[in-house]
């Protein structure tokens, strides 16, 4: 199944330094939602040493519906867990969605596919802890394609030069314009 197009109801803006308390909010709510099931995807919390680097440099990204927050995204255009990598892609980081925003992730990766044709880029690339099965089988029924696994420092959700070693598995869309992934 393809994505559909982003929903005209959804307004994506740019968070801003005093959004950061709104990003952490979303990003913590989704992360306890994924501990609380025992799925390892995240930290148990993240702090805003975690959150403010992309958020500083506008790769950090509010969802509203309604003037409402009900999700966030990071979008970058580098990623460590790509070094083979030419400057081809958008790379989604912490797409973390409120319980009010039903069905958003499809939206948010639908805006993040436009963002990177904007951009005049080929692929939307993710990731996922490896183990991940549920997340897995969810990017690929919107025809996020296994590009293979990569051992990364730090723990799960984040890029670290040290650390714990966390296995993830990559995933890219190749995609289109005006919005849609081909």
């Not at 199944?1 to 982003?6: E, I, K």
């Not at 990766?109 to 080929?122: I, N």
């Not at 183990?131 to 969810?138: A, D, F, G, M």
Request: charged letters at 25%.
């Amino acid at each position: 199944m393809a994505l559909r197009p982003v929903d005209e109801s959804l307004d994506v803006v740019p968070a801003r330094a005093a959004d950061l308390g709104l990003v952490l909010d979303c990003v913590n709510q989704a992360a306890e939602w994924l501990t609380a099931r025992g799925i390892e995807q995240w930290p148990k919390a993240f702090t805003e040493t975690m959150v403010e680097p992309n958020l500083r440099v506008g790769e950090t990204w509010l969802a509203r519906r309604g003037g409402a927050v009900v999700g966030t995204v990071t979008l970058s255009w580098a990623d460590q867990a790509w070094p083979e990598a030419a400057d081809d892609a958008g790379y989604v980081h912490r797409l973390a969605v409120l319980p009010r925003g039903s069905g958003l992730g499809e939206q948010l990766l639908a805006w993040a596919s436009q963002q990177v044709v904007d951009r005049g880029r080929r692929y939307l690339r993710l990731d996922c802890v490896a183990t991940n099965t549920v997340l897995r089988r969810y990017y690929e029924r919107f025809g996020f394609v296994y590009c293979g696994d990569i051992e990364l420092r730090g723990p799960p959700g984040q890029r670290l030069s040290q650390g714990t070693r966390t296995l993830v598995s990559r995933f890219e869309l190749p995609v289109s314009g005006p919005w849609s992934p081909s």
